[in-house]
């Protein structure tokens, strides 16, 4: 039969999987520690766990990471300490909120940039 013939036809139905990307953390600020940085958790519900990488504005400087866990449901703020900083150094911050698809794939939001 022609197509836009006056017959419905059956077709298989189609299926699919995706996850979006969670939405970012937000209100990054230094914590009352040294070394210390803070932040509100993603409002997206599904995150498992945060990563901060950070590196010195120093041209050639390697980036260090941290990921961790996602915090107790009933906190709302998140703090980590940064490691082998060097005093008087100006630092680049990204903080991602990272999810898990269905296959374990590990999918991260945009950046909050400290």
Same mark, same amino acid.
């Given at each position: 039969?022609?197509? *836009?013939?006056?017959? &419905?036809?059956?077709?298989? #139905? !189609?299926?699919?999987?995706?996850?979006?990307?969670? !939405?970012? #953390?937000?209100n990054f600020q230094l914590g009352p520690e040294q070394n210390e940085v803070r932040f509100v958790k993603s409002?997206? *519900?599904?995150?498992?766990?945060?990563?901060?990488?950070?590196?010195?504005? &120093?041209? *050639?400087?390697?980036?260090?990471?941290?990921?961790?866990? !996602?915090? $107790? $449901?009933?906190?709302?703020?998140?703090s980590v300490k940064l490691e082998g900083l060097t005093p008087s150094m100006q630092y680049k911050i990204n %903080?991602?909120?990272?999810? &898990?698809?269905?296959?374990? $794939?590990? %999918? &991260?939001?945009? $950046?909050?940039?400290?």
């Open positions: 039969m022609p197509v *836009g013939s006056d017959k &419905e036809v059956t077709s298989v #139905p !189609l299926t699919g999987y995706f996850t979006t990307k969670p !939405l970012p #953390p937000t409002a997206s *519900g599904n995150v498992r766990e945060y990563k901060v990488r950070y590196k010195s504005s &120093e041209e *050639g400087s390697k980036a260090e990471e941290i990921i961790f866990p !996602l915090p $107790a $449901a009933s906190k709302t703020t998140c %903080i991602t909120a990272i999810v &898990e698809d269905t296959k374990q $794939a590990k %999918i &991260e939001s945009k $950046a909050l940039h400290g």
